[in-house]
């Protein structure tokens, strides 16, 4: 693809003007596709306070403990991997209410587990539906919004992510008293109904996912849908010549699809940029925080009740900060965004290893927590969704979604898994210094190879990508775009 081509289709697809209509229709769409992020979230968070009386009633011990936090995790893996060979062949749509059936199915066990096995099988079963959707959600959020709505579409689903823990982290309180962590477990049966019937009775089909199938007429009445029927036809046409230019260039360089063809030289960088975000997300200590708020707090001095109580703090300003990464992700460059965010993660790692090294107060130590998470909320956090729903072509989008998000699960299943054993050994301030030290590797990283891709089009973002990486770049132009 030429230099002028690349500018001349980012150029006429940021020209595309929506009116008001279309865009509240997208954001409609954009909604009901992100409230698989909310059960992301929810269904993460709500085992913090569930576990508190999970443990009494099974009489769990504190590996059986472990297990029933870690065991979504794995579940996570498969259903992130899974969810690409699914999403491909039967669409976007269908792929999303097949989730929100499972998230159902895994509650509904959780809700009526009769002891510690079935509550495992309940939790795997959630964790399928979490791993699919944190894959299905950034890919279908990313094809059906425009370039110049995209950066704030696809931060939706980790507003709705945060929303979703804060939510659960609100329910674990409500239900404390009562000592009901199956009514804890039960709400989240509402959202799973909104994802079943939005999919079946709102949603559109990806026009991504149409066009690669050759359905065009299917394209075009979504597209009008949102633009009208003029510009629709037009997209189309120019969505099928960018399509037909990506084809010959695939063929050229022999490129593979599905998990093999992640490895082609063409989409190597992506893959290698999306694998390093999701595993540094999760080393950067972000989970050990969701997962474990209530114990880091009770080291600090505080009675298992304030420190639940204390945790609805975490879950607040994690909700704010990520509102605020709502506006700004479409005003800021992506690039500076993830820069500052884990520079500031870096320093409060630091300090916050640092208050419990020197024994500063419960309150100090809270604070410095409070700052962490809003660094991370403000970019690393909703800014990975985003570029992995960017960074990969079309024709390996799902495929490369699912495996940076399965390398997420895994990175956030080693985290939970080993956290309390590293403290154990070396000291809670010591483990914060561990994961300061892979948020100094992620400055680097972010610096030298991810690419901006803040209203730019695919060609456009692949050619910076591609010189990062030392392959010749199609524009060399696009790096200074």
Request: glycine share 10%; net charge positive; with cysteine.
């Amino acid at each position: 693809m030429s230099e002028a081509s690349t500018a001349g289709s980012a150029s006429a697809a940021n020209q595309v003007q929506i009116p008001t209509k279309g865009r509240r229709t997208i954001w409609a769409w954009a909604f009901v596709i992100a409230t698989g992020g909310f059960l992301f979230g929810f269904d993460t968070g709500v085992i913090s306070g569930a576990l508190l009386f999970i443990k009494t009633d099974f009489h769990l011990n504190s590996f059986e403990q472990g297990t029933v936090v870690s065991v979504l995790l794995l579940g996570a893996m498969a259903g992130a991997l899974g969810s690409g060979r699914i999403a491909d062949p039967i669409g976007r749509r269908k792929t999303f209410a097949l989730e929100g059936l499972v998230f159902l199915v895994g509650t509904a066990l959780a809700v009526f587990a009769t002891g510690y096995p079935m509550l495992l099988v309940a939790r795997v079963v959630l964790g399928l539906a979490v791993g699919a959707a944190s894959a299905t959600v950034p890919t279908y959020l990313g094809e059906i919004a425009p370039a110049q709505l995209r950066g704030r579409v696809l931060t939706l689903n980790q507003l709705m992510i945060t929303i979703g823990i804060m939510v659960a982290y609100l329910i674990n309180v409500a239900f404390s008293g009562s000592e009901n962590w199956r009514g804890m477990f039960a709400v989240g049966t509402v959202p799973a109904l909104v994802i079943i019937v939005g999919a079946l009775l709102l949603l559109p089909e990806s026009p991504g996912w149409l066009l690669a199938r050759g359905q065009m007429e299917q394209a075009r009445r979504v597209y009008a849908g949102v633009v009208g029927d003029h510009v629709g036809a037009r997209l189309v046409q120019e969505r099928e010549h960018q399509r037909e230019q990506e084809r010959a260039r695939n063929a050229a360089e022999d490129q593979q699809v599905g998990w093999r063809g992640l490895f082609s030289a063409a989409v190597r960088p992506a893959l290698l940029v999306g694998i390093t975000l999701a595993a540094v997300q999760q080393f950067g200590g972000i989970n050990t925080i969701i997962y474990y708020a209530p114990t880091i707090m009770e080291k600090t001095g505080l009675t298992a009740s304030n420190s639940i109580f204390y945790s609805v703090a975490i879950g607040i300003i994690n909700l704010v900060m990520t509102i605020v990464a709502l506006w700004v992700v479409g005003r800021v460059a992506r690039r500076r965004l993830l820069l500052f965010s884990m520079a500031a993660m870096l320093v409060t790692l630091g300090v916050l290893g640092l208050s419990f090294v020197a024994g500063w107060s419960s309150e100090l130590s809270l604070v410095v927590m409070v700052l962490y998470i809003a660094s991370f909320a403000v970019g690393m956090g909703p800014l990975f969704w985003v570029l992995i729903g960017e960074i990969f072509p079309p024709y390996a989008r799902a495929t490369g979604s699912s495996a940076a998000t399965a390398v997420n699960w895994t990175s956030n299943f080693v985290v939970s898994l080993v956290f309390l054993t590293v403290v154990n050994a070396i000291g809670l301030g010591q483990t914060f210094w561990v994961f300061a030290a892979i948020c100094a590797f992620a400055l680097w990283f972010i610096g030298r190879y991810v690419p901006e891709t803040k209203d730019r089009e695919f060609p456009a973002i692949d050619a910076d990508l591609q010189s990062r990486f030392g392959r010749p770049a199609e524009a060399d132009q696009a790096r200074s775009v």
